[in-house]
């Protein structure tokens, strides 16, 4: 093992240097030749032999006490980390209550350089980069993605309802994805991003998801136009994405601009369907958390084994300085170290032995 053979050379780096000036049986001071290899003569002092004892000694303990050492330095460390922004809403005009549209951007631009001072694997945006200002919309979220540019590391991006200012295909060239609903993993976790607006009033026209929205809203038509809903496309992938998760034994961090439980947010600003959507992620057995903005003032709760986090919007964060969140990823917990007016957290890891049962309380949102 390393550490018996950093012992055994300690051993004899302390033995040989200790030797020749080691006190005799006699009391006076006697210069001690060592053998060959660090070893002592039969003939040798015996207080060099009690000497030799203790290093070797000493060697066993570092040996023994090493590997227990580094599995609890592996415990204190995590296993990476990534950012976290929620709700920028960028746009050059006045503010709006405690919305302050212009600041946002300087906001930003203080959020990626100080996290940039960070060891991060990635940052996420839960949505909302822009807050939507007629036709300067366009050049807004270019304003944005500008400063966006200046984070060293990898961005993943999910969609909002304000993005949806911007037409879906322009933003997603601005944003450079493929689709709004997607997966990536690092080191053993899974992450599964979610388009809250797949059916929605922001839906393509004329599209199947668009006829599905305004089905929704005829059967209830207190829906809010500014949620929306987990597609049946893409519910079914979400389905399969946590089942193979399951099966590899991966932690899994769910990404989405909408809050999916009221507890943790309000009942107005959840998605449309999310007691189907909350079934779906707390009966996988995989799930650690569910990562959302939407909700500017934030919000947390548990169930079922499943953190629920909304993150506060940037857009509402005091003065001029960072606001954002650092996410670090034990293996037995997720700590949120919070900048602004995002709070530090604790999120123990916990699996319930069984799956709940379909939840249904007062905040259900009738469709019939």
Request: charge should be positive.
């Amino acid at each position: 093992m390393p550490s018996a053979r950093w012992g055994f050379l300690c051993e004899r780096r302390m033995c040989t240097r200790a030797a020749p000036y080691l006190c005799s049986s006699r009391g006076s001071r006697e210069r001690v030749h060592p053998s060959p290899r660090g070893r002592v003569r039969d003939d040798d002092p015996v207080d060099a032999r009690v000497v030799i004892s203790l290093c070797m000694v000493l060697s066993l303990v570092l040996a023994a006490r090493t590997p227990c050492q580094a599995m609890a330095d592996s415990r204190d460390r995590p296993r990476f980390c990534f950012g976290v922004i929620a709700d920028v809403q960028y746009a050059d005009k006045a503010a709006g209550g405690s919305r302050e549209y212009r600041a946002a951007l300087p906001r930003l631009a203080s959020s990626v350089a100080s996290l940039n001072q960070h060891r991060l694997a990635f940052v996420v945006n839960l949505g909302d980069l822009i807050d939507g200002n007629g036709e300067k919309s366009t050049t807004e979220l270019r304003q944005v993605t500008d400063v966006l540019e200046r984070l060293r590391v990898p961005w993943h991006h999910v969609i909002g309802n304000h993005c949806l200012e911007v037409e879906r295909p322009a933003l997603m060239r601005a944003l450079r994805l493929k689709r709004s609903w997607y997966e990536f993993r690092h080191k053993g976790w899974r992450f599964l991003v979610l388009d809250g607006m797949d059916v929605s009033v922001k839906a393509p026209a004329g599209s199947p998801n668009a006829l599905a929205a305004a089905e929704y809203r005829l059967r209830n038509p207190k829906l809010a136009a500014y949620n929306g809903a987990v597609g049946p496309q893409q519910l079914d992938w979400l389905r399969k994405r946590l089942a193979a998760a399951a099966s590899a034994q991966e932690h899994v961090i769910v990404l989405c601009h909408h809050p999916v439980l009221p507890a943790s947010s309000n009942l107005s600003l959840v998605l449309w369907n999310w007691e189907e959507v909350l079934s779906v992620v707390t009966r996988a057995g995989c799930v650690v958390a569910w990562l959302n903005g939407h909700d500017h003032r934030g919000g947390y709760a548990r169930y079922a084994g499943v953190h629920f986090v909304s993150f506060p919007g940037l857009v509402e964060s005091a003065g001029n300085g960072p606001c954002y969140g650092v996410v670090e990823a034990f293996d037995n917990q997720l700590v949120i170290q919070g900048t602004g007016s995002v709070p530090t957290r604790t999120l123990t890891i916990a699996y319930p032995r069984a799956a709940p049962p379909a939840r249904r309380s007062t905040y259900r949102i009738p469709l019939q």
